[in-house]
């Protein structure tokens, strides 16, 4: 037994030293990774994640850079919704009155406050997209798969920024961040034989360089004198983005 206690002592004494060690060693290896994922944090060209480094600017389009405090419809939104045109997201998500007879393809337009049409002002991206004849636009020319977010100002904001009583509406062109090509597809079908279809595909080409494709096709039949529709519509958006701070669109 004496020999067996003499034995182990130097085993006991050799492990606590060991124990101290790989204490110190998992430290050291703590810091390390730290140091480590400082420098990932810092630098992203340590890792090859993704060839996409630039993140679209969310705001790219926007009128405002700065807290938002008026309604702002975003594509998500829409998901749930039910809608053959633009105009029926303004009646489902506004107080607008529908100035419209449910034909589709027609001016159905929509008022603000008892305002006509041409006190509205529809913006792209920041820029005014009315009518220089009527003053106005006709709502479903506006593709509502090409809208990230659309922001709607009435009363006296519409006023000071849009100089329209009724209403200013802009509309955020989409935007995708995506290496493989993204597709969707958008299919609706209602009474006098309207069908309508809209088909998106995008993709970062490059870290600095996106583009965007869609169509949109709609048609119905003329149950009454004027009323049928067969339109057609085709977008492309080629996006430059130099800079995380930097994006212009095509």
């Known amino acids: 037994m004496k020999y067996i206690f003499l034995f182990l002592c130097p085993i006991i004494v050799f492990s606590s030293g060991l124990f101290d060690e790989i204490k110190k060693n998992d430290?050291?290896?703590?810091?390390?990774?730290?140091?480590?994922?400082?420098?990932?944090?810092?630098?992203?060209?340590?890792?090859?994640?993704?060839t996409v480094k630039r993140y679209p600017i969310t705001g790219h389009g926007s009128l405002f850079n700065l807290k938002k405090n008026f309604l702002s419809i975003n594509k998500r939104d829409l998901q749930l919704m039910n809608y053959a045109e633009f105009s029926d997201i303004i009646y489902n998500k506004t107080r607008a009155f529908k100035m419209g007879l449910g034909a589709?393809?027609?001016?159905?337009?929509?008022?603000?406050?008892?305002?006509?049409?041409?006190?509205n002002s529809t913006y792209i991206n920041g820029r005014n997209i009315n009518s220089l004849a009527s003053s106005f636009i006709n709502p479903y020319q506006v593709a509502t798969e090409f809208a990230e977010n659309i922001e709607v100002l009435t009363g006296s904001e519409a006023v000071v920024f849009g100089g329209k009583s009724g209403s200013l509406i802009n509309i955020e062109e989409s935007y995708y961040n995506t290496k493989k090509p993204f597709t969707r597809l958008w299919f609706a079908q209602a009474g006098s034989e309207y069908l309508g279809v809209d088909a998106t595909?995008?993709?970062?080409?490059?870290?600095?360089?996106?583009?965007?494709?869609?169509?949109?096709?709609?048609?119905?039949?003329?149950?009454?004198d004027n009323t049928w529709l067969k339109s057609w519509n085709l977008r492309f958006v080629l996006k430059w983005s130099p800079s995380d701070r930097t994006s212009i669109s095509l």
């Open 27 to 50: 430290s050291l290896n703590l810091r390390d990774s730290s140091i480590v994922s400082d420098t990932l944090q810092v630098s992203d060209t340590t890792i090859a994640i993704d």
């Open 201 to 224: 595909i995008a993709q970062n080409i490059s870290k600095d360089w996106t583009y965007m494709f869609g169509f949109r096709s709609t048609s119905t039949s003329n149950y009454f």
């Open 104 to 119: 589709f393809g027609q001016n159905n337009n929509y008022s603000f406050f008892g305002g006509m049409p041409n006190n």
